[in-house]
C-alpha cells in the first residue's frame, strides 16, 4: 500500500496550490488530508468518501480548500485558493478501509510521506 503525497511548494499568499494524493495497493473507504507546522500537533484539514464524494472541512479552511477525488486515478486532490501564511506546513494524506470521514489522525491507518506548503506574506 502506497500514498504518494505530491504539489507542495512555495508560493504567495493569496495564491493557490494543489495538492495531490496517488493511492495504490488496495482501496480505502476515505482518505483525508492533515497538516503540522513547526511545533504544532497534525490537524485535520478535509477528507472525503471515495464511493460518495462527500467531504468534510476543518473551520479554519473557511471556503477556501476543495478536496476531490478521481477515482479512475485513484488520486485525491486537495485544491487550496486564498493561502495564508499560517497555512504554511507539511501536508499529509491518509486512508482508511472506514466510511465515516474522521478528523482524528488516529482515524487513518495508512499516511503518504507528506508534502512541504509553504506560503510567503
Known amino acids: 500500500v502506497q500514498l504518494q503525497a505530491s504539489g507542495g511548494g512555495l508560493v504567495q499568499a493569496g495564491g493557490s496550490l494543489r495538492l495531490s494524493c496517488a493511492v495504490s495497493g488496495r482501496t480505502f473507504g476515505t482518505t483525508g488530508w492533515f497538516r503540522q507546522a513547526p511545533g504544532k500537533e497534525r490537524e485535520f484539514v478535509a477528507g472525503i468518501r471515495w464511493s460518495s464524494g462527500s467531504a468534510a472541512y476543518a473551520d479554519f479552511v473557511e471556503g477556501r480548500f476543495t478536496i476531490s477525488r478521481d477515482n479512475a486515478k485513484a488520486t485525491v486532490y486537495l485544491h487550496m485558493n486564498s493561502l495564508k501564511s499560517e497555512d504554511t506546513a507539511v501536508y499529509y494524506c491518509?486512508?482508511?478501509?472506514?466510511?465515516?470521514?474522521?478528523?482524528?489522525?488516529?482515524?487513518?491507518?495508512?499516511w503518504g510521506q507528506g508534502t512541504q506548503v509553504t506560503v510567503s506574506s
Open positions: 491518509a486512508a482508511d478501509s472506514k466510511w465515516t470521514i474522521t478528523a482524528a489522525p488516529t482515524g487513518y491507518n495508512y
